[in-house]
């Protein structure tokens, strides 16, 4: 996977993130919520993840996106 820069298109930043191995096999995923921001924009993500039938969620400045269609559950 080549490095995240600022001069990498949105649509190549989301391409390379959701055909990462982790995400093709139904794994979680984990980004900054700054770098999101900074590079693809967090609209543009949400959509990206909601077309995928994914689910994420936001926490401590990062968003930790499960590359599945199972559901989230909160445990503690």
Same mark, same amino acid.
């Not at 590079?39 to 969620?57: C, K, P, Y």
């Given at each position: 996977?080549?490095?995240? #820069?600022?001069?990498?298109?949105?649509?190549?930043?989301? #391409?390379?993130?959701?055909?990462?191995? #982790?995400?093709?096999?139904?794994?979680?995923?984990?980004?900054?919520?700054?770098?999101?921001?900074?590079?693809?924009?967090?609209?543009?993500?949400?959509?990206?993840?909601?077309?995928?039938?994914?689910?994420?969620?936001?926490?401590?400045?990062?968003?930790?996106?499960?590359?599945?269609?199972?559901?989230?559950?909160?445990?503690?």
């Amino acid at each position: 996977m080549l490095p995240m #820069t600022d001069h990498m298109s949105p649509e190549r930043w989301v #391409t390379q993130m959701f055909s990462a191995r #982790t995400a093709a096999e139904g794994g979680i995923v984990r980004r900054r919520v700054a770098d999101v921001e900074r590079l693809v924009g967090r609209d543009r993500f949400i959509r990206e993840i909601a077309r995928r039938g994914f689910r994420a969620v936001e926490n401590g400045g990062h968003f930790i996106v499960f590359c599945n269609a199972e559901p989230v559950k909160i445990v503690v």
